[in-house]
């Protein structure tokens, strides 16, 4: 997958890069992309609108518009505008803050060069005023925030911000009987955030949008993971569907595994969107969460005559989580969010938490294959919080089942397991063959 622009490492930013995306007919400008013929005071209020929002990119030297048969791409004398740019910054700004520069020499021998401006809104003063105001960006325009808009930049708690658009998900919890008992194995949760267009904050959500999701869903390699838990002890299912609890701003997607009886579905697995009230002060961000929920043990347990004990192989969960991750930054389901939520998709983050609640204590619910209790532990984990590492890119699927690894190594340890790297390893370098370890 090619890296976008904005994520781009230098090395990356090349002029023929630039001229592609230049020429697209489709390409205009955005909540976080702007073309600037040259420098200019405009420039200056676009930089600081995007780190008072999601931040983005600004190219300068191309022409705000394309003419037939002409280069939108002209380019700058670097140095000169880099200055202006600069001063601008330290004499606008309140405080005084810059962005990133990436400057790209054009390929016609000319000496003219492409500047591109990274604003991050991660590391920008805010709110960053201009002239006494704070600008803010809209769709493919700057405006400036209302009182409510400027109080909640100033109370923003910086440390919560290391992921642009919140992707704190919150604790499952654990479905119940009349009695207080667990009627789950275990519940994995992961989500994300996505920001709000400015079309998105009012209107409902889209039918034909809802569609693609769920025709997205049902694409990706979650089924194939949810149907690969148990090395395929599940052979029919419910593709994803709207079920329960849709309203014009909420959409619940559910898939489900065999059938209900004798306790509950075997697999299910639950996708939110919600959509803030468009009523609000503030519009936010779109929630979306994704739930999976397995009672393969206790649907076992409950087979009356043919009862036998069930305990998951520590392979089906890495395959699980993998599953779940590929689906969250897959291309055609990050497509749909994105138009859900009217933004670009350079704006749907990769989800930064995993979440995991079980009904009895993690080592009773894991096939101890190769694991044994460390002597004395309690091991009386029932699951935990999982953080992804910011450094992976989970669109590359070596470095997606890296962060599985992972999170199974910190599982093993939270349960007072002894083995579990050593295991994960064997399971890594062993092609699979589809055979379960014995039950």
């Known amino acids: 997958m090619v890296t976008p622009l904005f994520a781009a ?4 930013l090349t002029i023929e890069r630039i001229r592609v995306l230049a020429a697209r007919p489709d390409q205009v400008e955005s909540q976080t992309l702007e073309f600037k013929r040259e420098y200019s005071s405009s420039l200056l209020k676009s930089i600081a609108a995007m780190a008072n929002t999601y931040g983005g990119m600004i190219l300068v030297g191309i022409n705000d518009r394309a003419a037939d048969g002409k280069d939108r791409v002209i380019g700058v004398d ?6 202006q740019i600069v001063s601008g910054c330290y004499e606008k700004f309140d405080p005084p803050w810059e962005p990133k520069f990436i400057t790209v020499p054009l390929d016609d021998g000319s000496g003219r060069s492409v500047i591109v401006i990274k604003v991050d809104p991660n590391t920008a ?4 005023l201009m002239d006494m105001k704070a600008p803010i960006r809209l769709s493919g325009r700057n405006a400036s925030a209302d009182r409510d808009r400027l109080l909640a930049l100033a109370r923003e708690d910086r440390l919560a911000e290391a992921v642009p658009m919140g992707q704190h998900v919150t604790s ?10 667990p009627t789950a194995d275990f519940i994995f949760r992961t989500g994300i955030n996505v920001p709000i ?3 998105a904050a009012w209107r409902p959500l889209s039918e034909r949008t809802l569609a693609t999701l769920t025709k997205a869903l049902n694409d990706s390699p979650l089924p194939r993971a949810l149907l690969g838990i148990g090395h395929g002890a599940v052979d029919s299912f419910h593709p994803f569907r709207r079920a329960g609890l849709n309203r014009s701003r909420r959409a619940r997607l559910a898939w489900h595994a065999g059938s209900k009886e004798p306790a509950g579905f075997p697999v299910e697995a639950v996708v939110t969107v919600a959509l803030p009230d468009p009523y609000a ?3 936010g961000v779109a929630q979306v969460q994704i739930d999976v929920i397995s009672r393969l043990h206790r649907f076992a347990a409950a087979l009356g005559a043919h009862r036998f004990d069930y305990f998951y192989p ?3 969960l890495c395959g699980l989580l993998e599953g779940i991750l590929a689906t969250v930054v897959d291309p055609s389901v990050v497509a749909a969010l994105a138009d859900l939520a009217d933004v670009e998709e350079v704006l749907v983050a990769q989800p930064q938490q995993m979440h995991l609640v079980t009904g009895d204590v993690v080592a009773a619910l894991l096939h101890p294959e190769g694991l ?6 309690s091991g009386g984990s029932h699951g935990g919080i999982f953080m992804a590492n910011p450094a992976l890119n989970l669109r590359v699927e070596s470095e997606r089942r890296e962060q599985a690894d992972n999170w199974m190594r910190q599982l093993g340890l939270d349960a007072g397991l002894a083995g579990m790297e050593a295991l994960v390893d064997r399971i890594r370098a062993t092609p699979s063959d589809g055979a379960a370890p014995a039950r």
């Open 9 to 12: 490492s230098m090395a990356d």
């Open 78 to 83: 670097a140095q000169s505008t880099l200055d």
């Open 125 to 128: 003063p805010r709110p960053l």
């Open 172 to 181: 499952p919890q654990m479905p119940q009987d009349n009695e207080g008992s």
């Open 197 to 199: 267009g400015e079309a």
């Open 281 to 283: 002060a503030n519009h």
């Open 314 to 316: 520590v392979s089906d």
């Open 372 to 377: 044994a209790p460390v002597p004395e532990d």
